[in-house]
Nanobody, 125 residues
Framework: DVQLQASGGGLVQPEGSLRLSCAASGFAFDEQAIGWVRQAPGKEREGLSCISESGDIYYADSVKGRFTISRDNAKNTVYLQMDNLKAEDTAVYYC???????????????????WGQGTLVTVSS
């Protein structure tokens, strides 16, 4: 079974940093694109970033320059380094995949087929 588990969330002050991890199992991780999506309270899911099988990277404008996606195929893990966090980044963050090697456009990540449990990020002073 495809399993994705996001972790690393927590409470952080504005302008702070967090690194989220997405541990994957049950599929050929190094052959698939993995994306990050978030859902803020009372809002729709928002695609944030994707890294393809070959390492191509894409970001939503809302996080470009502040968030960095990476992957470690040896550990079956994708990371999301989040810097200069803002209150509006408060959300539950999910990793997801469509079991395809290339990324779909970031806005379409919300329609990925496989999702893990999210991790809550709260940005507040």
């Amino acid at each position: 079974d495809v399993q994705l588990q996001a972790s690393g969330g927590g409470l952080v002050q504005p302008e702070g940093s967090l690194r989220l991890s997405c541990a994957a199992s049950g599929f050929a991780f190094d052959e698939q694109a993995i994306g990050w999506v978030r859902q803020a309270p009372g809002k729709e899911r928002e695609g944030l970033s994707c890294i393809s099988e070959s390492g191509d990277i894409y970001y939503a404008d809302s996080v470009k320059g502040r968030f960095t996606i990476s992957r470690d195929n040896a550990k079956n893990t994708v990371y999301l380094q989040m810097d200069n966090l803002k209150a509006e980044d408060t959300a539950v963050y999910y990793c997801s995949t469509d079991l395809r090697p290339r990324c779909k456009r970031v806005s379409a990540l919300i329609r990925n087929d496989y999702w893990g449990q999210g991790t809550l990020v709260t940005v507040s002073s």
